[in-house]
Structure formats: structure tokens, C-alpha cells
């Protein structure tokens, strides 16, 4: 049904002296990220601590992080196809409730399969279901302007949570415990279901308004007609046949290794093995979470306006730049060196996203936030990959420094990588 057959004078009036009511449902989405992202600051700064009441290796406990990784990433593309199917209101919901409990019940935990069981799969697919690919699904539908601008704010509300509560997790680590700073994350993540099902519609056309930008002439994309598993799976086997989803896909997998992989899991015990305090390494690690939202929106910002390959490329580069340089910097306290690399290094956290989402748009068409949940898996592929890696090394070698040169030399392959995708010539893939 095309839009444009509405009542355009009554379309004006709803919308005339008022936001539009897709910037409410960014802000809300925005929230959610935040509350969703309460979790993702929890696994480095509760590695130490769960090794010395329980005896578990770090292997062993990062092993459960990267079962939570490689769910939140092999989950997502199905996560968007549901969401498309199903709508956004319903599985955001039903994710931060999963979140809610997985977190919650880790206080009764006894045994590691429980811990692989709570981190690893209920979080996992909760997470997975609040993914960058909800990013693109709201950006898609409701917005035709300012796309990469919002996809770069809301990829910056995971960044905005780890801020808020690395150093509230850390602090409750020190004090009452690691159940205290669990409970903490599983009442957060509770708390922002009330406001997704009070404010998010699932499209523009449920308020009987078009995406923000779009023209008298917009046109509601048809709904699927396959089921939801069998349109994310046929995304991918077409995807599959062509250079640029494997590029997006190789560059994205090292884009997680070198992020959330390594220095989101092992940043804080890495710094602690150098005598520093673990609320100040955590502290850290949420200052890399405050630098990035500027980084990201910027990124976003720039994405609207330069080539995404050319903004790839750089990103990775200087990323890379920075992680073989951070062996060097670690120390017993907070000096100027480490300082600097946490700003420069945190403009470049997940300013990839805007770039990679605004190529699956350009190449993969209405399918684009879909394919790119594909393209999110490999990133969490890769980021398994070294969570456990780095804990196997820091257990056989007793530091981290191998991790730290792989991942610079895996981000500088990557810059290569996304010079070689190629812009699209016609109309991209549906």
C-alpha cells in the first residue's frame, strides 16, 4: 500500500508542529541499548573475582564469554528476520527480559556449565536479539535522511551503557560483590521493557506517518512473504555468491576481534596483572565507552558524507596502530601514555558500523539489515575466537602481549580488505 494514497493534508497535520515520531522511537531504542548493554560490562570485570571464589580457570570462564559472543552473533540475523516478521516492539521485549534473567540467576551458580549456561546461551541469544542489527532495522524503516547519523547515535547507546556501568560494576565488585553488581544488570536490563512496548511501533505506517525524509511518492516496502528463518537463510545463500559480503564479512570478524573480543573481556585483567587497581582499569575501559559515542555519532556523521570504504580503511589502520602500541603503556597506575591511547582508541571503538551498514544498504538493498546480522555474526565469530584465544595465551604464556600484536596485524589486513570492496554499479541485490 503505498502511503502517498493517505490523506496527505491529515499526514501534515499529525506531523506538523511536533517531532517526528521516529527520533522518539530512536531515543527509546537508544535506551534499550543501554539497558541491553549493562551486561556486556560485566564479563571482564568479573573474570578475577569469579577465578578466586571458585577456582575456575581463565580459560574456563572465557570460555563462557565466548559462547555469549558467538550467540550474540550467530543469533542476530535471525533477530532481524523476527523482528521484521514479528515486529520490533515484541522481540526487544522478550530480549531485555532474557537478558534480565540470565544475569539474574548467575547468583545462584555453583558450577562453570552454569556459568556457560547463563552467560553463554540465555544472555547470548538475549543480546543477540538487541544486536547492531536492531540498529539497522530501526534506521531502515524509519528513517530515508539522517541514516547514518541515527545508525551512529544508536550504535553509540552500547558504548553509553558500558559508561554507565563499567565503573557501577566495578565499584559493587569491590564492595558487596559480584552478585550485588549481577543483580544490578538483571533490575537495568527489567527495567527498560515498560518504555519499549509504551513508545516503539513497529513502522511508520502503524501511526500512519512515512519513515522521517520520505517523500509523497514513498512507497511501503511489501512484507515478507517466506517465513522468518527461511528469509534469513535465502539472505544469506544469495549474499554468499558475491565479493562483497565475503569483504564485509572478513573485515567485520577482525573489526570483533580487535574490539569486544580483546579488550572488552581482557582489557581489565590484562591491566591488573600490571598492578593496576581493577576500578581503575574498569574505569578505563568505560572512558574508551565515553570517547566512543563521540566517535561513532561522528562516524555517522561522516558516513552521509564520505565514501564508507574510505572510512573503513582508516578506522581499521589506525586501530590497529594503537593495539601494538598498548603492551607498552600498561603500568601499576594511570599515566598520560595509557591516557591517550584510551581516547584514541576509543574514537575507533564501533565507528565501523555506520560505514558496514551503510555498504549492506547499498549493496544488498531492502535485505540490507538482515544481511548485515549475517555480517554482525562474523564479527562476534572473530571476537569468540580471541575471547577465548587471548585467555588461553594469558594462561600458557602469563600475559597478554601475543593477543595485542595479533589483533594490530589481523585491523591493518582489514584496512586492505576494505579498500578492495567495490561500490555497486546497479541496483543492488533484493
Known amino acids: 500500500m503505498s502511503i502517498a494514497a493517505q490523506d496527505a493534508p491529515e499526514q501534515q497535520h ?4 511536533r517531532i517526528h515520531l521516529a527520533w522518539w522511537v530512536a531515543a527509546v531504542s537508544f535506551i534499550a541499548l543501554v539497558g541491553a548493554a549493562a551486561f556486556r560490562a560485566t564479563p571482564s570485570v568479573f573474570i578475577d573475582p569469579l577465578h578466586r571464589e ?8 572465557s ?6 559472543i558467538l550467540l550474540y552473533g550467530l543469533f542476530s540475523p535471525f533477530a532481524s528476520a523476527l523482528q521484521e516478521r514479528y515486529g520490533i516492539r515484541r522481540v526487544v521485549a522478550f530480549a531485555l527480559t532474557l537478558i534480565a534473567v540470565g544475569s539474574g540467576v548467575t547468583v545462584f551458580m555453583t558450577a562453570s556449565w552454569q556459568l556457560v549456561l547463563c552467560w553463554g546461551f540465555i544472555v547470548g541469544i538475549g543480546t543477540g536479539s538487541m544486536a547492531m542489527a536492531f540498529v539497522a532495522t530501526v534506521t531502515n524503516r524509519w528513517f530515508i535522511q539522517r541514516r547514518g547519523l541515527v545508525s551512529g547515535v544508536l550504535t553509540a547507546g552500547s558504548a553509553a551503557g558500558q559508561l554507565i556501568f ?15 553488581a549481577a543483580i544490578l544488570v538483571s533490575l537495568s536490563a527489567l527495567a527498560m521493557v515498560p518504555l519499549v512496548l509504551l513508545v516503539i511501533r513497529d513502522r511508520p505506517e502503524d501511526a500512519g506517518l512515512r519513515p522521517y525524509g520520505a517523500g509523497p511518492d514513498y512507497v511501503t516496502p511489501p512484507p515478507p ?15 554468499s555468491g558475491t565479493r562483497a559480503f565475503w569483504l564485509l564479512a572478513g573485515t567485520f570478524a577482525i573489526c570483533g576481534a580487535s574490539t569486544n573480543g580483546l579488550v572488552g ?12 587497581a581493577l576500578t581503575a582499569a574498569a574505569s578505563l575501559l568505560a572512558v574508551i565507552g565515553f570517547v566512543d559515542m563521540i566517535g561513532t555519532i561522528a562516524s555517522g556523521w561522516l558516513t552521509d558524507r564520505f565514501d564508507p570504504r574510505h572510512l ?11 593495539l601494538i602500541a598498548l603492551p607498552s603503556l600498561f603500568a601499576g597506575d594511570v599515566k598520560p601514555p595509557m591516557l591517550f591511547f584510551i581516547v584514541f582508541y576509543g574514537l575507533d571503538w564501533v565507528a565501523t558500523v555506520p560505514p558496514t ?8 538493498g531492502e535485505d540490507g539489515a538482515v544481511l548485515f546480522g549475517w555480517v554482525l555474526a562474523s564479527h562476534q565469530v572473530g571476537a569468540a575466537l580471541i575471547a577465548w584465544g587471548a585467555g588461553f595465551v594469558r594462561g600458557a604464556t602469563g600475559n597478554y602481549d601475543p593477543a595485542w600484536f595479533t589483533a594490530g596485524a589481523l585491523c591493518a589486513l582489514a584496512a586492505v580488505m576494505a579498500l578492495a570492496i567495490k561500490r555497486p554499479q546497479v541496483n543492488p541485490v533484493r
Open 265 to 276: 573481556a581482557h582489557f581489565v585483567p590484562a591491566a591488573h596483572d600490571h598492578g593496576m
Open 54 to 61: 571458585f577456582g575456575w580457570s581463565h580459560g574456563t570462564i
Open 312 to 322: 573503513l580503511a582508516v578506522y581499521y589502520a589506525l586501530r590497529g596502530l594503537s
Open 14 to 17: 499529525r506531523s506538523a508542529g
Open 166 to 180: 563499567l565503573p557501577l560494576v566495578g565499584f559493587l565488585v569491590e564492595g558487596p560483590g559480584w552478585r550485588a
Open 63 to 68: 570460555a563462557a564469554i565466548a559462547v555469549n
Open 357 to 364: 551498514i551503510a555498504l549492506c544498504r547499498e549493496h544488498f
Open 225 to 239: 512473504k517466506s517465513g522468518a528463518a527461511r528469509r534469513t537463510l535465502r539472505v544469506l545463500w544469495e549474499a
